[in-house]
């Protein structure tokens, strides 16, 4: 009966309504944003700080040390530290070449001792 991309029957009543009180425009009224307060550089040295201490904590530990929600610090440790989880522990996106290194000496010596 209706296309799909039509509005429901509420929807048009409740748009009609507001027009019937006054409006006059389409577009929705301009509204402040709430200010993103918690990705400051203070908070991010705080949880580069609080990471590089003891980097097997988890996000929702981050969280409460410092008073902010689990999503913010997420968002902090990927999207502004570059970090992730690696066998528990927060680690860079990119590894030096003396870590990849490492990492290879220590995949061939847990591949032989798995044999055992």
Not at 7 to 24: Q, W
Not at 45 to 64: K, W
């Amino acid at each position: 009966m209706y296309k799909e991309s039509s509005h429901s029957k509420r929807t048009v009543e409740f748009r009609a309504g507001k027009f019937k009180r006054g409006r006059t425009r389409l577009e929705d009224d301009p509204r402040e944003r709430r200010p993103k307060t918690v990705t400051t550089p203070e908070i991010i040295e705080q949880v580069h700080n609080i990471v590089s201490e003891d980097p097997s904590l988890t996000m929702r530990e981050i969280a409460y040390a410092i008073g902010i929600s689990d999503e913010r610090v997420l968002h902090i440790l990927h999207g502004e530290l570059h970090m992730k989880k690696l066998f528990g522990k927060l680690v860079p996106h990119t590894l030096t070449i003396q870590q990849k290194l490492d990492q290879n000496k220590f995949l061939s010596i847990w591949s032989v001792l798995s044999r055992i």
